[in-house]
């Protein structure tokens, strides 16, 4: 080893001894603390702006330069135009260390907001040719304010910072419109994950129905995969006094539409993980008293396992053919992946557990279920290991079964301890630094 890699490797070992000490650890939880709780009336401040000012998938233009500006302030190095409208901002710690990303989502969605707040959205724009309210009915908003927050912090900490950090704000979450590219499959596509190449992902989202200041997590499979899925029936036009000469392609669709759900409630394993066929879009005929020639039947399909994903596929394509068959018409199926299995690396989950109780504290982190609702945050974990966890919105005193769901005009996020999503974040980037092995933790997304 000649002497300039001699004096590389000791500066590494003597910057993770460092950081591995007791009173090294108390202090940072310390200073975490102490900075995410003076920025928490600026977290409220950013967030609440970005909720007065929502922008659809694809077209966060204005929200982009708003959070593009605050790091720029930091000193960061920032990319813009990332997958259309995305940010990758980059950090270099004054130690050495592993490259840490951590993700947030700026897209809105189209929705009219009912609920009465001095900083309603009233913003409309246009969606695939209509004109439609806007609303963050999904705390996109606040993910940003606290990703914004943790950035400042650690940019306040980067002498003591091993490695690097990398901060996605990334478009399209909620899916691009129409046929266009967007999400988190075009920020990988266009190499966000490397250079520098990323070791680990972390990534928040906030629930209406969780209490506000609280973590819930889950190793494995923990958010579903989500397939859209398209099938066109054909069958005979008739006038509808006599449908014996025609095939009525609206009877032959009711028929898959039932024998769908035995897919989920006889074919699919359902020990192994939960399986959703929805069809929620049903459309044919023009009149009454005609037999139309066309059905289209548009749907969702959810799995949280690889799989049994495409077992569902397959099993989707049998029944509509067969029984489109079987009644004299014809079935085409389409399916499109939109999103992947969230999936947390086990050994990642529980190396990190206990920087989330440093942030929030013991009580107020807790394991759970998963559940069958998807995030494009499942593309990332394609080239490293990945943690991605809820964080609490619901004010205290209420009840959870009441909690306005997401995606609905009675969204509603209690902000008032945001700067628990920024201790988090930090906390999880010192801590990952310190923990992480030589060898690192292994690829799930390879499994």
Partial sequence: MDKHSFMRAATKLTALLLVSLPGFAQNLTATI???????????VEWRRYLHQHPELSNREFKTAEYVAAHLKSLGLEVQTGVAKTGIVAILKGGKPGPVIALRADMDALPVQERVDIPFKSTVTADYLGQTVPVMHACGHDSHMAMLMGAAEVLASMKKDLPGTVKFFFQPAEEGPPGTEEGGAPLMVKEGVMDNPKVDVVFGFHIQSDIEVGKFEYKPGAFMASSDWFTIKVKGKQSHGSQPWKGIDPIVVSTEIISTLQTIVSRQSELTKGPVVITVGKFHSGVRNNIIPEEALLEGTIRTLDSKMQQETHDRIRKV???????MGAVAEVSIDTKTLVTYNDPELVKMMVPSLEAAAGKDNVSAREWMTGSEDFSYFTTKAPTFFLFIGGR?????????PPHHTPDFFIDDSRLDVGVKGFCQLVFDYARLKSGAGVQNPGKK
């Fill in 320 to 326: 509509a053919t067969t029984v489109a068959d079987a």
């Fill in 33 to 43: 603390e102490q900075k995410a709780t003076a920025l928490q009336p600026k977290l």
């Fill in 395 to 403: 004010p205290k005193g209420t009840e959870r079964q009441k909690a």
